[in-house]
């Protein structure tokens, strides 16, 4: 662990809170910035929280600052692709706090081998030039890891995880799609399309477990600023990139969003009392980004 290196952090400043006490959460990709934050959020309503990651380090460190902060946390090595890990990770989790009660579906993420250099195609692209790479030059090794990594990567935490789930009053799975579901960004054929297969699966999975009393939603985030996107959106200087710029042009509030901005939609969701009734609906959260035509 790596506890001594870290200080007493704040407790999270919450939205609400709901009481969760006794539950049991699962976070995957819980050692990111969005989902680290769902994971404390979590905790400090009372749930204890496993942060599964691919990196254990990174799990270690969220769970760490969670038990500093008075909260109840493990970090365990997963990976979501493989069924063997998962289970594993299953069996530390029954075995230091019960089975789940709720899965967050956090880990995704896109590559450059599934990511054009340009948003449109012309003519003269297709003499093969030096650093472009066109739609035609898709590796469909990255096209399948992308594809993977978030649909097959929320997939199989829900077969794991879920069995535990079956009439377990107040069992919820929160799926993470995209704004790129609905609208399409240029440049990432595979994460878009990825993500709109999770939109799909999230409705399909809340029909078939309806009648088990596993309740299937899903949030999809804007722009937020994360590790994976930072070089994309911001120059070394820290000014927008041109990519930015166009983004932000798009976005009727004209920011991106803040972390913690992501949390009241999480916790709303995860209440019974306050959603019970919410089922197999995917919610934006992007500053009006998928509602404005650009006009």
Not at 86 to 108: M, V, Y
Not at 127 to 146: N, S
Not at 172 to 191: D, E, G, H, R, W
Request: with cysteine; glycine share 10%.
């Amino acid at each position: 662990m790596i506890v001594a290196e870290l200080q007493k952090e704040d407790i999270m400043s919450l939205p609400f809170k709901i009481d969760l006490t006794g539950k049991t959460a699962v976070v995957t990709g819980g050692g990111g910035v969005l989902c680290s934050n769902f994971a404390k959020a979590l905790a400090e309503c009372g749930a204890k929280v496993a942060i599964l990651d691919l990196k254990k380090e990174a799990a270690d460190k969220v769970a760490a600052e969670i038990n500093l902060s008075g909260g109840k946390a493990i970090g365990v090595a997963a990976n979501v692709l493989e069924q063997a890990s998962l289970k594993a990770a299953r069996d530390i989790i029954n075995s230091e706090f019960g089975h789940c009660d709720i899965l967050i579906n956090g880990a995704g993420g896109n590559n450059p081998k599934g990511t054009t250099t340009k948003e449109y195609l012309y003519k003269e692209d297709l003499v093969p030039q030096e650093g472009v790479v066109t739609f035609f030059d898709l590796d469909p090794k990255g096209i399948e890891f992308v594809f993977n990594l978030n649909f097959l990567g929320t997939l199989l935490p829900s077969q794991t995880f879920a069995r535990d789930m079956v009439d377990k009053e107040g069992a919820v799975i929160i799926n993470i799609s995209s704004m790129n579901a609905f609208s399409p960004l240029t440049k990432i054929p595979a994460y878009s399309g990825a993500k709109a297969a999770v939109s799909n699966f999230t409705q399909w999975l809340a029909v078939h477990m309806s009648k088990v009393g596993i309740r299937v939603n899903a949030i999809a985030p804007g722009f937020f600023v994360t590790d994976q996107n930072r070089a994309l959106l911001t120059n070394p200087d820290g000014s927008f990139t041109p990519r930015s710029n166009k983004i932000l042009n798009m976005t009727p509030m004209g920011r991106f969003g803040k972390d913690e901005e992501l949390v009241g939609t999480l916790l709303w969701l995860v209440s019974d009392k306050a959603s019970g009734f919410v089922n197999g609906v995917v919610i934006t959260v992007d500053g009006g980004f998928s509602a404005y035509s650009g006009v």
